[in-house]
């Protein structure tokens, strides 16, 4: 049987993807350029016996997802640039209480109201850096409309595997281009259901290690009492300061993502054997770059393309890797430099980074690495 | 007829020693030892559980 | 006969972290007999709370217990609500963490007549920071960052929301102990949004800049302010002149968030 296939928006993907992972709760605040998700998920969600909720504000939102994420359900919410700024203070709770729940960001230019409908990528350190506090930090940059939809799905996947929030961001263009799609068939994708407790409800802690570092999570309602806290607990969720308990556990939530690093990290290799230029790009400037990669081979330059999917935790070991064998890279973002530091970071002076950099709310084009390669070549 | 008095438990270690079960005793039953209360003359208690009911401490149980 | 608090208080918990004298003990154990009253099942009863002295209070209760961020406790809440209608669930936070950080969510909870009860215990100060002036301060009251006496008018936060939306409104004070828990189990059992003000004390922060003397005389005057609704009716405006009414202020019945919603579902099931 031929696959169900559609032309959609990247947003109109997101909320598809939600679907098909099993969301069954969204409570959002209107913001451009996302909207269209919570759209989509107020007709969909009923149907399906999900719930859907506008909250007053985007604090309230992220409030509602975690209450939503406690009592059971696999929630989302969707936002861009200032939504996300105000969402930090209760993705740090997310983080510290360990709550599974999905954050779909759509970047847009900033800070603060910035242009609400021009592009851009510079959400990327708020996605590791914004909320207070150390905490593990998840965060996927789709290029494509299907690959937002399979995205989203592996976030809610992550998000209940390791029992902590997920960041979705696509930047403005990929939210809204409109592409062919092909669904995957029900059961088609793993789905994963975060670990429910099978011990007695006396004996349950939401935070007990003997089971490794991601405890199984109960529900409120379904029989077990338990309390949850945003303050620095103990296992069994009561709050605490003492040292070695507190050191543990925010070593632990860290842990979970940084120990499982090759299993969260995902990227795109092309045409890597024989590349002495490497452009290392995310979303839709990863489209350019992979434009201007197939031009520059056409040209006689031997470039690649190193496209990064999960933006955090970064593909470290990978890049570090490439370094020792290529002449250099060129990070085009649509912001001043975030990857861009990040890979500087990595590769150790092993080769020489080259930014293309744009926050004027066009996308960086094919013309401009391409430009770049000539130059640095 | 003998009267059946009632118990008064003072739990020491929840006791903070507000003072407001002494002050709004009816009968002036209690009385403050040091920092918590104590039954200092349990024959006045009418059991009206004042004490009990406004012990911010969950301190006090009266059993009649 | 002795009530037995215990039933719902974690082993090990007290002595709980207020100061000598605070009356939110006192609320609390009027929560507690309001939940044996009507009958909640621990396990299906969620309390949950912001930020303050009074948002310590679900950690000591036996039942699904959420400490949440300063203000936020309404919004965690209505997930909760929104997600599992069958659980019964409870908010308890100051007047700080209510109506100032917390006012919106505050305010769109009494909209949405979301069914849950709020208490609020309103000591009129931030009492765990250590005593600055919160939106219920009364105007002229001193507070740490009021020296020179409050220049803010304050909130009648049974008022606000009354004009709000929520549909069960009462107030009552920590001097009037064995009104509590029937004001709370009455909240509890009205179908929609419940807030129940109760007037606090707060001696260590509040108090002793306004020179009340004692946690006695703290006491006694939320004995004097307090006027009955029912007896407030044959008063002259004069003589309600400081008072404050206690009682069940305001009740109606209008449809319910989480009822709608299911209707919502069933239209949407129906348009599939």
Redesign the interface.
Known sequence: MAKKVAFLQGNEAAAQGALYAGCN?F?GYPITPSTEVAEVMS?EL??V?G?F?Q???E???M???????????K?LTSTSGPGLSLKQ??IG?ACIAEIPCVIYNVMRGGPSTGMPTGPSQSDVMCAKWGTHGDHPAICLVPASVQETYEEVIRAFNLSEKYRTPVMVMPDEIVAHMRERIVFPEPGEVAVIERTVPTVQ?EQYKPYDTSFGDVPPLA???S?????????NKMQDG??TTKAAIVQAEEERQVRKVDGNVDDIVKYEEYLLDDAEIVVVAFGSTSRSARFAVNEARKQGIKAGLFRLITFWPFPEKQLLALSKKVKAFITPEMNLGMATGVVKGVVEGNAPVHGIFRVDGEPINPGQILDKMKEVK | MEKKLPTIEIIEKYCKGCHICVEFCPTKVLEMQGFVASVKNLEACIKCMQCELRCPDFAIKVTA | MAFDYEKYIRPGKLPHIWCPGCGHGIVMKGLIRAIDTVGLKKENTAIVSGIGCASRLPGYMDCCTLHTAHGRAAAFATGVKMAKPEMDVILVGGDGDGTAIGGNHFIHACRRNIDMTYIILNNKIYGMTGGQFSPATPTGAKASTTPYGNPDAAFDIAKLAIGAGATFVARGTAFHANQIDKLIAEAIQHKGFSVVEILDDCPTTYGRRNKFKSVIEMMNHLKEIAVPVKAAEKMSPEQLQGKVLTGVLYKEERPEYTDEYAKVIERAKGAK
Do not use: N, Q, R
């Open positions: 709760f409570a007709a009923p149907k016996g719930k909720i909250m007053e504000d604090i309230g939102a409030a509602a997802i975690i209450g939503g994420a406690l009592a059971g359900s929630t203070e209760l709770y409800p529900a409120f309602g029989g077990y009492k338990f309390h949850v806290t945003g303050l009561f709050p």
